[in-house]
């Protein structure tokens, strides 16, 4: 890099944008550091002298006299899932017009990876921390709290060691969904989840459905089961699974549409007819949801609400200020095509039979 020498031009400095831009030196100020605070007029003429100067602002002083960097650390389990990237989306934008910027990193669901993805960014000065979901290492907590850094959790609703939620309720959320599954006649029922021994979202989602289906007179057996990623192959390697029983289920309840997108997939492989001898359902409601063949009936979880609501929500508690936020948000039962009524062996027999027969 070349050193710097008298011919080349002097920075801009803070003076020369607020001179340019025809405001105070105070309304430049807050017009880069808290722009919700200042008008909109001045705040247009304030970007437009600062993008005509080339003007960067000194952010390593701005630190040490604000004893803040404005950079928030989000750490996800992984950006594989749409609806993790969906929420990562309105974290962002909500959090730059707040004036804060996003450090991201991932751990891929592995615990001891975490803690150490966790350090690093606080290691960064970050001023608060979004996580996902609220089993994590002691360590982790203890680490948030020695260092009096601002927490969200979200994907949850508990009461955690430290930090505040933003979440639903995954118990009520697979409860519903299991409602409706047991409403068309299904009582063989399987599930394909992520490992629970990490995962208390999962442990939650596998409640709901155990619950609704004790109620119903049921019992949820233990080896339909599946723990598997949340991913595509998660849920294809749910139905080769499936094949391989000798007493089939004929539902497939899948935690996230990944999974269920994947589980489309093998049917269509192994040709099992959904929803004709198995129905398969999912949980996030993306995009593609909507496009599969059959269309999927999923959960709707509102991920992009709940990434403006943790963005909202970190920088109050940064702030010492109140949004009047909810902490919670609400999931629904979206109906589609993938979802039957439970086939009845009689019926299935006699279509073995005709096709013989031909």
């Known amino acids: 890099m070349a050193a710097m020498t008298n011919l080349d031009p002097p920075r801009p400095t803070l003076e020369d944008v607020a001179k340019l831009a025809g ?9 880069l550091s808290v722009p919700d605070q200042v008008k909109p007029k001045t705040l247009a003429q304030v970007k437009r002298a600062v993008e005509q100067l080339g003007y960067v602002s000194n952010g390593a002083a701005r630190a040490l006299a604000s004893k803040r960097t404005r950079t928030i650390g989000a750490i996800y389990p992984t950006m594989y899932n749409p609806a993790f990237v969906e929420s990562l989306h309105t974290l ?5 017009g707040l004036n804060y910027q996003v450090v991201l990193a991932i751990h891929e669901y592995i615990p001891e990876r975490e803690y150490d993805v966790v350090r690093a960014v606080v290691e960064r000065g970050v001023d608060g921390v979004v996580l996902v979901g609220t089993a ?7 680490l948030m709290r020695q260092r009096r850094i601002p927490l969200v959790l979200t994907w949850q609703l508990d009461e955690p060691r430290y930090g505040e939620c933003i979440g639903f309720d995954n118990w009520r959320a697979t409860y519903e969904m299991t409602k409706e599954v047991l409403a068309r006649g299904h009582k063989q029922v399987a599930i394909v989840c992520g ?32 723990e598997e990623p949340f991913s595509i192959e998660g849920g294809r390697d ?5 094949v391989a029983l000798e007493e089939k289920p004929t539902v497939l309840i899948c935690h996230t549409d990944l999974q269920a997108i994947g589980a489309l997939h093998e049917c269509g492989i192994q040709r099992i007819r959904v929803p004709e001898d198995m129905s398969i359902t999912g949980m996030d409601d993306i995009e593609l949801a909507a496009l599969t063949k059959p269309a999927l009936t999923t959960i709707r979880v509102p991920t992009k609400e709940i990434g403006v609501l943790a963005a909202r929500r970190i920088v109050g508690l940064i702030e010492k200020r109140s949004f009047n936020d909810p902490l919670s948000v609400k999931c629904e039962v979206v109906l589609r095509d993938s979802l039957g009524d439970a086939p009845l062996p009689a019926k299935r027999s006699l279509s073995t039979r005709r096709k013989t027969s031909r």
């Open 136 to 142: 994590h290492e002691d360590r982790v907590f203890d």
């Open 238 to 242: 749910a139905v080769r699974q499936i």
């Open 195 to 226: 490992s629970m021994k990490n995962n208390q979202r999962a442990r939650q989602r596998v409640a709901g459905t155990a619950d609704a289906m004790k109620e119903a007179g049921l019992e949820l057996a233990p080896d339909l089961v599946l």
């Open 92 to 96: 962002q934008q909500t959090l730059w």
């Open 23 to 31: 405001v105070s030196l105070g309304s430049a100020s807050r017009a």
